[in-house]
């Protein structure tokens, strides 16, 4: 065999290990890439029930349809408060 010949052998026996590598790499790839769209389900599966369950609770804090809205707590009239009386200085003797 000549040099040439174990060159080449040797060059095809190193492109076939650095296929295999590399079939290997995509592989795994594929494998994270997969784990990754399920994972995105499973979060969006999630959200969606979270949603569901928030907008359940909002229903049951409504009231039904046919009652009227709960009345705001009450509260005195906007306009400002009426001045206090000025308070007289006392008289000397004691007597009004």
Known sequence: MTKEE???RRLRAKVKETLEVVRETI????????RARQLL????????HHRA?????AELQRPPH????????????L???EPLPSA??????GSA
């Open 27 to 34: 592989a795994r790839t594929h494998a994270v890439v997969d």
């Open 53 to 57: 369950v928030a907008e359940c609770r």
């Open 88 to 93: 007289e200085p006392p008289t000397k003797n």
């Open 6 to 8: 174990q060159d080449s």
């Open 79 to 81: 306009s400002p408060p």
């Open 66 to 77: 046919g009652d009227p809205p709960p009345s705001p707590a009450p509260q005195d009239s």
């Open 41 to 48: 389900q499973e979060l969006e599966e999630a959200r969606q």
